[in-house]
């Protein structure tokens, strides 16, 4: 496994939360970072990302303003603060590293996954 998420659990409507992805065996300090999450019966969606120099951010409209997305130098670990979480931002999430330098907003231009960390959003 060279992506390990961490950090989800069960939170109340309002509350926050840190996700963190620690990279093993290698870093990503070329690469783009990602977070993409999928809820039940739905397809996995994008959630924010990181480009490889870290100076480039980017947000899904639904998390913009809510979610924070940084790493550090070496990029062997990406956190996802997450604040003001709401019910709808229920789901599994996932750190991903893309193939190559810059942000993309598609599943498929990601290359190492983690495994998902569960975050649940009470109402």
């Known amino acids: 496994v060279q992506l390990q998420a961490s950090g989800g659990g069960l939170v109340q409507a309002g509350d926050s939360l840190r996700l963190s992805c620690t990279a093993s065996?290698?870093?990503?300090?070329?690469?783009?970072m990602g977070w993409f999450r999928q809820a039940p019966g739905k397809e996995r969606e994008f959630v924010a990302g990181?480009?490889?120099?870290?100076?480039?951010?980017y947000y899904a409209d639904s998390v913009k303003g809510r979610f924070t997305i940084s790493t550090d130098n070496a990029k062997s670990t990406v956190w996802l603060q997450m604040n003001s979480l709401k019910p709808e931002d229920t789901a599994v999430y996932y750190c991903a590293a893309a193939a190559g330098a810059w942000v993309s907003r598609r599943p498929d231009d990601y290359n190492y996954w983690g495994q998902g960390t569960l975050v649940t959003v009470s109402s």
């Open positions: 990181i480009s490889w120099s870290g100076h480039s951010t």
């Open positions: 065996v290698r870093t990503f300090s070329s690469n783009a």
